[in-house]
Nanobody, 131 residues
Framework: QLQLVESGGALVQPGESLRLSCAAS????????IGWFRQAPGKEHEGVSCISSSGAATNYADSVKGRFTISRDNAKNTVYLQSNSLKPEDTAVYYC????????????????????????WGPGTQVTVSS
């Protein structure tokens, strides 16, 4: 069974960068499209980005487009989220999960809703952007 663990979160200043990692165990990651999600205080989980199983297709929420880059290294069973030009509104707990469907914005939305209603989110990794 696929298990994912997030890491790389930290306290940073506005404008700085972070690279988040999503490491898989229990199954080979190359069978799955993977999404990154985040939950800010008092808000619902939202989809941030996704990448197809081969890495050929990626998608981003408008709020992070041009600043975040998702990538994967299937040999290392890991998906990354390079987050540049961080803003205070990026402050959230970040999670990764296998997508229910191909990599697109609708699948990010569906996956977030499904995990929230019927599954459980892992511990995630905290990103705090503050001066």
């Amino acid at each position: 069974q696929l298990q994912l663990v997030e890491s790389g979160g930290a306290l940073v200043q506005p404008g700085e960068s972070l690279r988040l990692s999503c490491a898989a165990s229990g199954s080979s990651l190359d069978h799955y499209a993977i999404g990154w999600f985040r939950q800010a205080p008092g808000k619902e989980h939202e989809g941030v980005s996704c990448i197809s199983s081969s890495g050929a297709a990626t998608n981003y929420a408008d709020s992070v487009k041009g600043r975040f880059t998702i990538s994967r290294d299937n040999a290392k069973n890991t998906v990354y989220l390079q987050s540049n030009s961080l803003k205070p509104e990026d402050t959230a707990v970040y999670y990764c999960a296998a997508l229910f469907g191909p990599c697109n914005i609708a699948a990010l939305r569906t996956t977030a809703r499904t995990i929230t209603e019927f599954g459980s989110w892992g511990p995630g990794t905290q990103v705090t952007v503050s001066s």
